[in-house]
Structures are given as structure tokens and as C-alpha cells.
């Protein structure tokens, strides 16, 4: 059974950084490009930033750019975000999602078939 359990949420304050985890089982993720999406209380599901199967980061939202970063290790079938001077705006569930193997980056909510359930990202003072 494919799988993504996704850690590292936390509360933080405006400035601070968190490093989100994702890791996939049942599979074997050098083949999958991988997505990570948000969804803000009150806010619609949008794409953040995601992994090609190179390694190669395709960045979906300009207000993340510069602050935020994604890699990922094969050998340990996991995705990272690096968030950096995280602001309030950032606050939301952040999940990783993939299409299917051999695909490119799920870059609308609506593409992706499998999902992780989430990990909450709380920035505030």
C-alpha cells in the first residue's frame, strides 16, 4: 500500500524556521516527482513547491520563493521542506502528494493520487 507520513509541524513564531519530513512506503520514490501542498484555515488546498524525480525544485508559489526549500533523499525514500522566516500567511496543513510513477509535478489539488494526511504548521506570536 502506497503511503506518505508527513512530520515536523509545529508552532512557531514569525521569523522562525521548520523543517517538514515526508516519507513514503510502499514504494519507491526516486520515480515519483513529489508536491507539497497547503490549505490555510478558511483557504483552498494550493501547491507550495515540489521535487522532481531529478532533484530539481519547481517552486508553485512566488511568496515562498527565497525562504523556502525542498530536496530529497532516495536512500531514505523521504522529501524535505526547509521553511525558512516563516510569516502567518504560511500557517496551514502542509501535505506531500504524488501522481503516478514516471509523471511530472502535481501542481493543482486535483491531480495527484496519493496523498499524506498532513502535518499543521501553526506561525504566530
Known amino acids: 500500500q502506497m503511503q506518505f507520513v508527513e512530520s515536523g509541524g509545529a508552532l512557531v513564531q514569525p521569523g522562525g524556521s521548520l523543517r517538514l519530513t515526508c516519507v513514503a512506503s510502499g514504494f519507491n520514490l526516486q520515480y515519483y516527482a513529489i508536491t507539497w501542498f497547503r490549505q490555510g484555515p478558511g483557504k483552498e488546498r494550493e501547491g507550495v513547491v515540489c521535487?522532481?524525480?531529478?532533484?530539481?525544485?519547481?517552486f508553485l508559489l512566488d511568496s515562498v520563493k527565497g525562504r523556502f526549500s525542498v530536496s530529497r533523499d532516495n536512500g531514505r525514500n523521504a522529501v524535505y521542506l526547509q521553511m525558512n522566516d516563516l510569516q502567518p500567511e504560511d500557517t496551514g496543513v502542509y501535505s506531500c502528494a504524488s501522481r503516478s510513477a514516471g509523471r511530472g509535478c502535481a501542481t493543482q489539488p486535483s491531480e495527484p493520487l496519493y496523498w499524506g494526511r498532513g502535518a499543521q504548521v501553526t506561525v504566530s506570536s
Open positions: 521535487t522532481r524525480v531529478d532533484g530539481r525544485p519547481d
